[in-house]
């Protein structure tokens, strides 16, 4: 185990927003990174000259980094970084963002993550993604993301006896959270026949297993209490966090992710467990992940998920309520944002401010990310505990 | 087993051809050393001078000690450990290819890796990998069953890799030699459909007449390689129905640079060997561009005999060196050009042929039925550059060691 992290004493996540999601956009992620910054200025009076801090996540803001999004939004900060591990990146920036706050580097940091998604994105996006996936995987039938998660998924499925039936029930789940969301692109309940029979997009990758690609952005607000409170915002602490990225190169295949070195620090330093959490917020961009941070957060032991996806509902009001907008799978993935939305839907459960519904007295949340799959597997893990005002 | 490939149907004038896409292009410099190799038919990955760990997917430095990394050949099998069947695609090549199979392999050499998967493979299975081009000209790695299966070649992932001959219409242009009909032969053996034979003078006898006039499948067709509207004529007529051409004309005269030779005949050597290269893809090349995703008989390849001399020039055969380094470099201009519309060009590079023309060269020399079996097993394995007998392979080992010193070798 590693040295125990300093705890993140004084340090005040707060302030969501969500911009709603579209299928296709002709705008820019400037324009969508704008957009949040606009729904975050109106929810608390801050100007460009507030922000001291600016911590940005894209896939489609090329040729600009952070740097060209500062300065096309008009912020001077006096600190930035800028995050390019996709699903990964809510998390990173949380916690980048927080020792910044605490260390006094920034007062008040934006962790923002837009992306657009015009019509040609998709296969633009995928066919400059990364050199070993431009070398040595897409050019192997480019099928996407699709292909390389179908071939995790075959060897997960078959190595530890987990049928569609239980990535269909996370699925149909998720749905059912999804209908309370005004936001969520799937606005039709999900039944598990509807799953089971969804057409194969690269077996046993089904479409109803997909992401749908959109455009969106997604913020929120790291900052001293002292300056949360000043500023009327509601916040939430961090008890604990975690990265971990390229852990277990040796698997041939991705059967588990960078949390299995960090999992013990991760509870150590929240002080809790996973019986605790009042709601999981995991980076679901294939369910077959989903079930794999079960087993490697803690919940259940490796090779056990299939049981204990039996035992649990998932839904709002039911056990362990999971991605309660609907996750990607049913609210949409807007590139980079698909990485926040789960901090940001944690953090309005524990702050009592949902989009849709209310898991009930939801405290503790625990948020993970998953990204960018350079080549056969997802190379960047990251999970943090966030707990609200008792 | 796989499905025998069935003769294609006779083609609909009404209905579009499907468009020649090619795969998606864009490759890091390592992939494209690698694909140098797999033109050659070689297996390799990128090996550490430091710690010998063999890596992949290609690199610019070891993953395990950082050290520098080179090219060798390793062991070719490997263990099929996941597989999926693509049946969404963005990209235009794979969308009329569809559906298509893919697994992750354990590679006996060290590392994992994804595939191509040949229809006989099955999840578990020991297989044998091989390195092959795709139809942009990029590295590809491609999963066979470890054993010879029935009609194995006729796979339709793996035909897209190679130009097999079986069924397509083959035009050699040089029909009046030996060679020519050597490779004449060995391509029916192989199965073509059809060889269009050239004839540079119908009105001149020559040797093999008997036999072409009395073999199936064969067509002596007119074709002066030194006469501009001889070729474009032909093009006119066959170019729609051409699928690979195998350019066995070669001029070949003695003669130094400074005496030995005369003007007139390195003249008509770059005439028929450069310049007619030339013609052939100036009139030949757009349509083979237009048809190279056209089924079963899909346009594949252009294969060119040449001398190895090329690479180095040869003392006593100045001009016709030069007139073979001439060709060589216009393949590679033609092999850039028509990556990007699918078609493979590739180099037959001999050493001194066995014929009239080399009487005085000691041996070894290479018999023409041997070179025309390199250009069956160039157009079978889908491969870009291939040295044959033992005087191009001597050499061709020579030059990779060191380029001038085997210069200096072959001209002092």
Redesign the interface.
Same mark, same amino acid.
């Given at each position: 185990m590693t040295r125990r992290p300093a705890a993140y004493d004084g340090v005040a996540v707060c302030c969501p927003v969500t911009v709603p999601y579209v299928r296709y956009s002709p705008e820019t992620a400037h324009w969508w990174a704008g957009a949040a910054l606009s729904a975050l200025g109106e929810r608390t009076g801050l100007g460009p000259a507030d922000i001291d801090g600016f911590c940005f996540a894209s896939f489609s803001s090329g040729p600009d980094s952070v740097v060209g999004m500062i300065q096309h939004l008009g912020l001077c900060p006096r600190w930035m970084d800028h995050i390019p591990t996709g699903g990964a990146s809510g998390v990173m920036a949380l916690r980048r963002a927080a020792r910044a706050v605490q260390s006094g580097d920034a007062d008040l940091v934006v962790c923002l993550a837009a992306d657009t998604n015009q019509v040609d994105s998709?296969?633009q996006t995928? +066919?400059?993604f990364s050199?070993?996936s431009?070398?040595?995987?897409? *050019?192997? #039938?480019? #099928?996407?993301p @699709? +292909?390389t998660f179908?071939?995790?998924t %075959? @060897?997960f499925m078959?190595t530890y006896g987990v049928g569609r039936e239980s990535f269909g029930k996370l699925c149909v789940a998720q749905r059912a959270n999804a209908l309370s969301n005004p936001h969520a692109l799937m606005k039709r309940p999900l039944s598990l026949d509807q799953y089971m029979s969804s057409? +194969?997009?690269? %077996? *046993?990758?089904h479409l109803l297993d997909c992401v749908m690609p959109c455009a969106g952005a997604e913020a929120f607000i790291v900052t001293t209490e002292e300056k949360a409170a000043s500023l009327g915002l509601a916040a939430a602490s961090i008890k604990a966090t975690i990265e971990r990225h390229n852990a277990f *190169?040796e698997d *041939?295949?991705q059967v588990r992710g960078g949390w299995v070195r960090d999992v013990d620090t991760l509870w150590e330093a929240a002080g809790c467990s996973p019986e605790d959490m009042d709601t999981i917020q995991f980076y679901d961009d294939y369910p077959v992940i989903v079930a794999m941070q079960m087993e490697d957060l803690g919940f259940c032991r490796k090779g056990e998920v299939a049981g204990f996806i039996d035992r649990h509902d998932f839904t709002i009001s039911g056990s362990l309520p999971l991605n309660t907008n609907g996750g990607q799978l049913s609210a949409g993935q807007a590139g980079a944002a698909g990485g926040f939305q789960n901090v940001t839907e944690a953090l309005r459960q524990v702050l009592g401010c949902p989009l849709g519904d209310q898991v009930p007295d939801a405290r503790r949340a625990l948020v993970s990310g998953f990204g960018l799959v350079n080549? %056969?597997r997802g190379v960047c893990t990251g999970a943090a505990v966030l707990e609200g005002a008792t | 087993m796989s499905n025998p490939l069935s003769p294609p149907k006779r083609k609909d004038p009404l209905t579009p051809s499907r468009l020649g896409h090619v795969p998606p292009r864009l490759r890091s410099r390592a992939a494209k050393a690698m694909a140098v190799r797999a033109g050659q038919g070689r297996f390799v990955l990128q090996v550490c001078e430091g710690c010998s760990e063999a890596t992949y997917p290609p690199r610019d430095r070891c993953p395990h000690c950082w050290g520098e990394l080179r090219w060798a050949d390793q062991p070719q099998t490997a263990v099929l450990l996941a597989e999926t069947v693509v049946r969404a695609t963005t990209d235009n090549f794979f969308r009329e290819h569809l559906p298509w199979r893919i697994g992750t392999v354990q590679l006996d050499a060290g590392p994992t890796a994804v595939a191509h998967l040949h229809g006989d493979v099955a999840i578990g299975d020991q297989v044998r990998m091989r390195l092959v081009l795709d139809r942009g000209g990029n590295p590809a790695l491609f999963a066979l069953p470890l054993k010879e299966t029935p009609h194995m070649q006729d796979d339709p992932q793996l035909r897209v890799f190679t130009s097999a001959p079986k069924h397509r219409r083959i035009l050699v242009t040089d029909g009046r030699t030996r060679l020519g009909q050597d490779v004449a032969q060995a391509l029916l053996a192989a199965g073509a459909g059809t060889v269009f034979l050239g004839n540079s003078d119908p009105l001149l006898r020559h040797d093999g007449e008997e036999w072409i006039a009395s073999t199936p499948n064969i067509d002596m067709v007119p074709l002066d390689l030194t006469d501009s509207r001889s070729v474009s004529e032909l093009a006119g007529t066959l170019g729609g129905r051409v699928d690979i051409i195998v350019n066995t004309a070669g001029y070949v005269r003695p003669g130094g640079v400074s005496s030995g030779s005369r003007l007139a005949t390195l003249q008509t050597a770059m005439d028929i060997n450069a310049f007619g290269l030339l013609r052939l893809a100036q009139s030949f090349g757009p349509a083979l561009g237009a048809r190279s995703d056209d089924g079963v008989n899909s346009a594949a390849a252009f294969v060119d005999i040449n001398s190895i001399y090329a690479m180095t020039g040869n003392a006593g055969f100045a001009g016709f060196a030069a007139s073979a380094a001439a060709r060589l470099s216009l393949v590679a201009g033609l092999r850039g050009e028509m990556a990007s519309v699918g078609i493979r060009v590739a180099s037959v590079l001999c050493g001194p042929i066995d014929d009239a023309w080399h009487q005085a060269v000691p041996p070894p020399k290479v018999a023409t039925s041997r070179v025309a079996q390199a250009v069956v097993q160039v157009l079978q394995d889908g491969l870009e550059q291939v040295c044959v007998g033992d005087v191009a392979e001597d050499l061709a080992a020579r030059w990779q060691q060191d380029p001038f010193l085997t210069i200096r070798e072959e001209n002092l």
């Open positions: 998709f296969r995928l +066919a400059g050199r070993f431009q070398d040595a995987m897409y *050019p192997y #039938g480019f #099928g996407g @699709n +292909a179908a071939l995790i %075959d @060897n078959r057409r +194969a997009i690269s %077996d *046993p990758v *190169p *041939p295949i080549y %056969d | -």
